[in-house]
């Protein structure tokens, strides 16, 4: 399985790049964790096609019921599937279902890589 | 009741065993009427399970105070009336969202003798979340099942005995779409009622016991035995903090102080200890208990790959692809609906026509130059009601067209493709189906638009939506704008009417962006956090319910309101009338009319002896039987109407029909030219009543104001008139530009002489489309504006607002053109260059990623 992972991680990191190369620099922190796993990143900074562990969800208790509501619990499992075509909002799906969630609240739901 | 209360979580235990509830009615007897609530989250099939339970008896309504629909339905089992309310999709029962109140305070309030929670079972744990809040509320539940079909389909199977077992609650599988499960499901409601056998929660909430242990003991110290709450779930949620908690509290006369006290004191010690809010761990409790159930519940076959509907997103929602099928489906609808329907409306408008031929028999007859009051006041009503039912061909597959959109899933799948745009200006995803209604491109109707903002889960964006759609380029406001571009700009029709079509976007987005930021920043705002539903093929019965359904709301609610108004309408453009002296000139001119027409048919056989009030008999059976021969296509239906008049009046028919007759020939010649007179008697005392009429005065009294916008009196009176609906603009504008009408000229030539004879210009007809881009929304989309915002205040200021800032635009380009001696196309093009640029600024002000990082901490901490 090993061998694997870090194919995955090649991959996810040329796509990050192209992420960063459109979103500007305020990504940087993302990618500083670059080479093993990234703890602590918000689901907003996962590249298409990346399964991830969610570890906490933020915002004030309004919005995180909300996102809780629809599936965003914490050590549930997520799997960013596509940004939408102007690249905000994204599609995420939570085991069965697909919902869609705005990059500014994505960036609430922090996420451990997983695979 | 002493301190010896019920633990607070009444972790596994059965059913059976909770004690009855404080206050409540015991059973309902067999004979008694039962009411029963259907809870269930978005897209669970909720108003499929409805319509399944109680088929065509339902009754649409409003929740007391708010805009939320309740859907109100009855069947009955072993002979027991049943009453199904339908409550609203919520995805718990949260307060945190208007919807989630308004079911929450239904169950609080009216304590429905059942709650049926309808369940998605391809998502059971999302469904649980609902299922168990509404099980700690103590209701005799029923488990709806539903959508085995698609969870088989996907090789999801769910113990439905297991999960009855696990809850203590009756399961009943169901797929509504295809009624199955119907029969079960019936009896097993019927049998709830009878039992009353009350859910009990059982999720575990350890260590939250000692909170709450005081705060029930203060309820029960006070004899709560009136709340119709059980006591632990209302402990459980003053520890939240809830307020419709504390009001429960209040209402029920308990010592509110004291036991909101200790709740606040015993929140603050629980999330000292442990680092957490209360509603943030019982939310994080629930959420494990409902993962918990479900996955014991659940057998998953290994899945196929990819499921048909990522299969058609991969192609739908693809980045260079989305964009044309989304303007394919766009184009669809319009072209299905608007083009179409309109085409079909030529099929529909007979039978209104007849329908008003019918008003014209029943009424007392026409005088020769007055009508009765009667006559003119329900002949202007039934036009008020044409109008508006002209369109209910439109609406139907309008409305079943969204239907269909709404059921497919594709309709969140626009909402996700447009949110970023949308948002930016204030708006939300959800907003792109009211503004294609209202007509992004021209054609549409600003009614059902401001409708279909139901939707908005975002109360901030659904105002600024409400507000702005509106703008967009109805149906109705085509006649005029073809009018002003025919008349002022027969070299550049293509360049207008794209100015024309695009400006009413930008100014929709400008002002949503205006009004969000300052009279709506201070509305509740909701993270778009949406589901996009899989795919479904939407059913025929399912589309053609809910179009019938929302057009006849539509005919109901608006249909009544613009009939009534059109009668004040009505009123000030009739009186005060005219004066006796100018009265007296026009009997005079009728005078000579007949005596001409007399003169002309004297010694005619056929005429001799025919005394005035016959001739006045005769004109209206010539005009009656013009009218029909007009609204009649086809010799068939030709022939009838020759069959009809003949019997109607055999002694009047030969002077319509046919005839060789050499004398009836002189004698019909000469009714036509009378009724020509007649006519033009009857154009000319209208014109001139207008002109002294409560609403020409109006008019008049507004040319200081608009004579800067290039306005003149006539243009005021035909825009205040437009008001009522949008079609009389043009038809106001028609009677007022009379000059030149009996040299046959059009009406775009006759205005275009006068207006430049006045010395004005494209100027004018620039400001006046500018104008009336942004003019208020018409009275029947204020009265829908109404009813979507429940204020009055907002219904005001949708039309006070675009008013002022449509007179504004107008002026300032009409004066800033006439300074610069700018043409109208000039004018034009400097008004869409302003607002374009304007969008630019508006829309590039803050960059995407800065939008979704910046300001938020919680977002970036975490990461070194």
């Known amino acids: 399985m090993f061998w694997k992972k870090s194919g995955m991680n090649e991959e996810s990191k040329g796509r990050r790049r192209r992420f960063r190369m459109r979103h500007g620099k305020d990504d940087e922190q993302t990618v500083r964790g670059g080479g093993g796993r990234h703890h602590g990143c918000s689901l907003n900074s996962q590249p298409e096609g990346c399964r991830c562990r969610i570890r906490s969800v933020g915002g004030t208790t309004g919005v995180r019921q909300r996102l809780m509501d629809l599936g965003f619990v914490p050590d549930g499992k997520a799997v960013v599937v596509r940004s939408a075509p102007l690249n905000d909002p994204i599609q995420v799906r939570l085991g069965d279902d697909n919902v869609s969630i705005r990059r500014a609240e994505a960036a609430l739901i922090e996420v451990d890589d997983d695979e | 009741m002493t301190s010896d209360a019920p633990a607070p979580c009444h972790?596994?235990?059965?059913?059976?065993?909770?004690p009855p509830l404080p206050g409540r009615q015991s059973p309902a007897p067999a004979s008694r009427n039962a009411l029963i609530g259907l809870a269930g989250q978005q897209n669970s099939g909720k108003s499929t399970i409805f319509n399944m339970l109680t088929g065509a008896r339902q009754h649409v309504a409003n929740y007391p105070g708010v805009t939320v629909d309740k859907k109100t339905g009855t069947f009955s089992v072993d002979g027991r009336r049943i009453t199904l309310v339908d409550l609203p999709g919520?995805?718990?029962?949260?307060?945190?969202?208007?919807?989630?109140?308004?079911?929450?305070?239904?169950?609080?309030e009216e304590r429905p003798d059942v709650v049926a929670n309808v369940i998605d079972t391809t998502s059971l744990r999302r469904s649980l979340n609902l299922t168990l809040q509404l099980m700690e509320m103590g209701f005799p539940m029923v488990i709806a099942l539903n959508m085995i079909d698609v969870a088989r389909r996907r090789g999801i199977a769910v113990d439905a005995a297991a999960l009855a077992a696990r809850l203590g609650i009756p399961v009943v599988e169901t797929v509504g779409r295809k009624g199955r499960g119907k029969k079960e499901l019936r009896e097993t409601l019927g049998q709830a009622a009878l039992s009353a056998k009350l859910s009990a929660g059982v999720v575990d909430y350890p260590g939250l016991d000692e909170f709450l242990q005081p705060i029930e003991s203060l309820l029960a110290a006070q004899g709560d035995d009136s709340l119709p709450v059980p006591r632990a779930w209302l402990a459980r949620k003053l520890l939240e903090g809830d307020a419709e908690a504390e009001r429960v509290v209040r209402r029920n006369g308990l010592d509110a102080d004291a036991i909101l006290t200790r709740a606040r004191d015993g929140a603050a010690a629980f999330r000292q200890r442990h680092q957490v809010s209360v509603a943030d761990y019982l939310l994080r409790r629930r959420n494990e208990a409902a993962g918990e159930i479900a996955e014991a519940c659940t057998l998953r076959k290994p899945q196929a790959a990819t499921s048909i509907s990522e299969r058609i997103d991969r192609i739908v929602l693809n980045r260079f692809l989305a964009p044309f099928f989304l303007l394919a489906v766009v184009y669809a609808i319009y072209d299905l609906s608007i083009i179409r329907g309109y085409e079909l409306t030529t099929i529909t408008w007979p039978f209104l026509a007849a329908f008003r031929n019918l008003a014209v028999d029943l009424l007392p007859a026409a005088g020769f130059l007055h009508d009765p009051l009667a006559t003119s006041l329900g002949l202007w009503m039934v036009d008020s009601a044409n109008a508006l039912l002209n369109y209910v061909p439109i609406f139907l597959i309008l409305f079943a067209l969204i239907a269909a959109l709404e059921d497919s899933g594709y309709l969140a799948r626009i909402a996700f493709m447009m949110d970023r745009v949308l948002h930016r200006f204030g708006l939300h995803g959800q907003s792109t189906l009211p503004f294609i209604l209202a007509g992004v491109f021209a054609g549409g109707c600003a009614v059902p638009g401001v409708m279909a903002t139901k939707g908005i889960p975002d109360t901030r964006a659904r105002m600024a939506t409400i507000l702005t759609v509106p703008f967009m380029n109805c149906l109705a406001k085509v006649p005029l704008y073809t009018l002003l571009l025919n008349a002022f700009f027969p070299d550049n029709k293509p360049l207008m009417m794209f100015f024309i079509a695009t400006m009413t976007v930008i100014a929709a987005l400008l002002v949503a962006k205006l009004l969000t930021g300052t009279v709506l920043s201070g509305v509740e705002t909701a993270p778009f956090v949406m589901q996009l539903p899989d795919y479904h093929l939407p059913t025929l019965t399912g589309m053609l319910r809910r179009s019938v359904e929302r057009t006849w709301l539509y005919i109901k609610k608006v249909g009544t309101i613009v009939v009534a108004v059109s009668v004040i309408i009505f009123a000030l453009l009739q009186f005060p009338g005219l004066g006796e002296e100018r009265n007296a000139t026009y009997e005079q001119k009728a005078e000579s009319a007949l005596?001409?027409?007399r003169k002309a048919v004297e010694g005619n056989p056929h005429v001799e002896g025919l005394s005035d009030e016959r001739l006045v008999a005769l004109l209206n059976y010539f005009t009656a039987y013009k009218s029909a021969r007009l609204n009649a296509s086809g010799q068939e239906a030709n022939a009838a109407v020759e069959e009809t008049f003949k019997t109607r009046d055999p002694d009047f028919y030969p002077f319509v029909a046919r005839t060789s007759d050499k004398t009836l020939r002189q004698a019909q010649g000469a009714l036509k030219k009378l009724d020509g007179e007649r006519k033009l008697l009857r154009r000319e005392m209208k014109e001139e009543r207008i002109v002294d009429s409560f609403l020409g005065t109006i008019g008049r009294g507004m040319e200081p104001v608009t004579r800067y916008a290039g306005f003149d009196w006539k243009i005021n009176v035909a825009l205040l008139s437009s008001f009522a609906a949008r079609e009389s603009s043009v038809a106001t504008l028609g009677v007022l530009f009379q000059e030149g009408a009996d040299e046959q000229q059009s009406l775009e030539r006759r205005m275009d002489a006068e207006v430049s004879s006045a010395g004005r210009t494209a100027l004018m007809a620039t400001a006046v489309i500018i104008f009336f881009s942004l003019y208020p929304p018409c009275l029947a989309t204020t009265i829908m504006v109404r009813v979507q915002t429940g204020s009055y205040r907002w219904m005001l200021f949708s039309i006070l607002f675009p008013t002022a800032l449509g007179l504004v635009a107008a002026s300032t380009v009409y004066t800033v053109g006439d300074l610069l001696g700018a043409s109208g196309i000039g004018a034009m093009t400097g008004?869409?260059?302003?607002?374009?640029?304007?969008?630019?600024?508006?829309?590039?002000?803050?960059?995407?990623w800065r939008a979704w990082t910046g300001g938020r901490p919680l977002a970036q901490g975490g990461h070194s």
Do not use: K, N, Q
């Open chain 2, 595 to 597: 005596s001409t027409f």
């Open chain 2, 11 to 18: 972790a596994r235990e059965s059913a059976t065993e909770e």
């Open chain 2, 90 to 108: 919520t995805y718990s029962l949260a307060p945190f969202s208007l919807e989630e109140r308004v079911a929450r305070s239904f169950l609080i």
């Open chain 2, 831 to 848: 008004y869409y260059a302003t607002i374009a640029t304007l969008l630019v600024v508006v829309g590039l002000a803050v960059p995407a």
